[in-house]
């Protein structure tokens, strides 16, 4: 097989894994894209991507532009000669002269099997709506959202344990490995793309914090699997009077209780019962306010006066 000069995009760390892999192949890396450096932290200094960090300590060149429309930006990529673009959550759309540049095209290493989950958080809303399995697609990217013939598929399960961090470190490694074999075929010549049946599409929307607000009418089921894709951001959160209780890990439990949705019905260091539309769910980690992550058994030790039986736990706050 021979070394392939590629141009690589991304930003945070499922896209690192996938860059240090490349890193350690045949292939030589010519340049790095990643989004400009973001304020972080309390003190909101601008903080390098992981991508950007790798390819650093590499000594590997990095652009950073703000989008990928001007004439100057594209003349600059195409100088790089490459055969190859490699796309693993960069963040900025782009445009069919962008896509045309490099010899074979641009590759995109995708976090669901597409065309299921299209768009920005595929492996939240996997975990959320109850899937059983996810996966890697690598895509001969198009000017569309996703929408991209399929030159590789790689499935893994959705255990009833995976939160949103558990099954992103799965498919950053399983991303790492594919992109390579599809590589080695695409200089082969040995892809065959399959086109997605756009009628089977569902869209990944981007995350947002209002989504972590605990709606207790719902299942116990429905909202432990909200707290685990939503684990370790947004966090999924609940209200207890006018301040924000954070629950981090929970078991959902078929036993029904009369009570109102969102009262707390029992509770020991083994757990702390809350009443759902339908279910039971207990607390096994959380955070109060003010306060770190902590299990329910150093929770109930320290804290426990704040949420004795028969406290009700709100989707806003009290006045």
Not at 104 to 118: E, M, Y
Not at 150 to 177: F, M, N, V, W, Y
Not at 211 to 219: H, K, L, M, P, Y
Request: hydrophobic share 40%; with cysteine.
């Amino acid at each position: 097989m021979s070394s392939l000069r590629i141009i690589f995009a991304g930003t945070p760390d499922f896209a690192a894994n996938a860059l240090i892999a490349l890193m350690g192949s045949e292939h030589e890396i010519v340049a790095v894209y990643t989004q400009p450096d973001r304020p972080a932290g309390r003190g909101r200094k601008l903080r390098a991507s992981p991508v950007k960090e790798v390819a650093l300590e590499h000594n590997i060149p990095v652009l950073q532009p703000n989008n990928l429309k001007e004439a100057e930006t594209q003349d600059e990529l195409r100088s790089l000669n490459a055969d190859v673009m490699v796309v693993a959550a960069y963040g900025l759309i782009l445009p069919q002269v962008v896509l045309d540049i490099p010899r074979l095209g641009c590759l995109n290493i995708h976090a669901s099997l597409l065309p299921r989950w299209r768009g920005a958080a595929p492996i939240q809303r996997a975990i959320a709506a109850g899937d059983k399995e996810s996966g890697i697609t690598i895509m001969q990217m198009n000017a569309g959202l996703d929408t991209g013939d399929i030159l590789q598929l790689t499935s893994c399960p959705i255990t009833d344990k995976d939160s949103g961090s558990d099954l992103h470190d799965r498919l950053a490694e399983i991303g790492a490995k594919a992109i390579l074999e599809t590589l080695k075929d695409l200089d082969s010549d040995n892809t065959k793309p399959i086109k997605q049946d756009d009628s089977l599409a569902t869209y990944a929307h981007k995350l947002d914090k209002k989504e972590a607000i605990i709606d207790w009418q719902n299942s116990a089921t429905d909202i432990e699997r909200l707290i685990r894709a939503f684990n370790p951001w947004p966090v999924a959160f609940t209200y207890l009077n006018d301040k924000t209780l954070r629950i981090w890990q929970a078991q959902a439990l078929p036993e029904n209780s009369d009570l109102e949705a969102g009262t707390v019905i029992h509770c020991d260091k083994n757990g702390i019962d809350i009443s759902c539309g339908e279910g039971t769910l207990r607390l096994l980690k959380l955070q109060p306010s003010g306060s770190k992550a902590m299990d329910v058994a150093a929770f109930m030790n320290g804290h426990a006066k704040q949420l004795p039986v028969g406290s009700l736990l709100t989707s806003t706050p009290s006045e």
